[in-house]
């Protein structure tokens, strides 16, 4: 595959990030992995991926701060960001990561077919990188 789109899963329980990342290799995706908040705004920075799957409860800062982080920075701000999490629909945090600027909320437990046509759907809405540039020029 030629183009493959490059998805940076952000998950601190290792066992959930192996099990989404294999997953999604064999979905035909380049995998970039982040267990911390921090982590994934350094990943985003380094490797520009396509989209980025955010779980909230992170340890160092939380997931929407993390959101917040890459939305105001012009390099990261355009990448989709689709939060999973185990919080219920409308908690403080899940609401904060809305505001932050997360394109859709899952709530675990996720069945992983749901998660490939989440993606898929929003990958194919997402802005690529050739496009912004017209946009801005």
């Known amino acids: 595959?030629?183009?493959?789109?490059?998805?940076?899963?952000?998950?601190?329980?290792?066992?959930?990030?192996?099990?989404?990342?294999?997953?999604?290799?064999?979905?035909?995706?380049?995998?970039?992995?982040?267990?911390?908040?921090?982590?994934?705004?350094?990943?985003?920075?380094?490797?520009?991926?396509?989209?980025?799957?955010?779980?909230?409860?992170?340890?160092?800062?939380?997931?929407?701060?993390?959101?917040?982080?890459?939305?105001?920075?012009?390099?990261t701000k355009h990448i989709p960001v689709i939060v999973i999490t185990a919080y219920y629909e409308g908690a403080p945090l899940v609401e904060s990561a809305i505001a932050a600027g997360a394109c859709e909320v899952l709530y675990k437990p996720i069945a992983l077919r749901m998660l490939e046509d989440t993606l898929r759907r929003r990958l194919m809405t997402a802005p690529d990188e050739e496009s912004l540039n017209r946009n801005v020029a």
């Not at 982040?34 to 520009?48: S, W």
């Open 1 to 75: 595959m030629a183009d493959k789109k490059k998805i940076l899963v952000v998950e601190d329980h290792s066992d959930i990030r192996r099990l989404m990342a294999f997953f999604l290799e064999q979905t035909g995706y380049d995998v970039i992995e982040a267990e911390t908040g921090l982590g994934a705004i350094e990943r985003a920075n380094a490797t520009h991926p396509d989209l980025i799957t955010m779980d909230l409860g992170l340890p160092d800062i939380k997931g929407d701060e993390a959101i917040a982080r890459l939305k105001l920075d012009p390099s």
